[in-house]
């Protein structure tokens, strides 16, 4: 691989590739986290306006 920008990104891209393709061999696995995102959110827009209330 060369040392360049473009081939230390394609080297990272190599060693996760498992990682960034598990959810084509599984079909449970959800392709975002959005549903994860919006159950946390409120709790992180209130640690900001709780903490000087």
């Known amino acids: 691989m060369p040392k360049s920008a473009l081939g230390k990104a394609l080297h990272y891209l190599a060693g996760q590739w498992e990682r960034l393709t598990r ?3 599984d079909g449970l696995i959800p ?3 959005n ?3 919006n159950a ?3 709790f992180v827009v209130g640690r900001k306006n709780w903490l000087f209330s």
Do not use: A, G, S, V
Request: charged fraction near 40%; avoid cysteine.
């Open 23 to 25: 959810f084509l061999e």
């Open 40 to 42: 946390i959110r409120p």
């Open 35 to 37: 549903p994860e995102e």
């Open 31 to 33: 392709l975002d986290n």
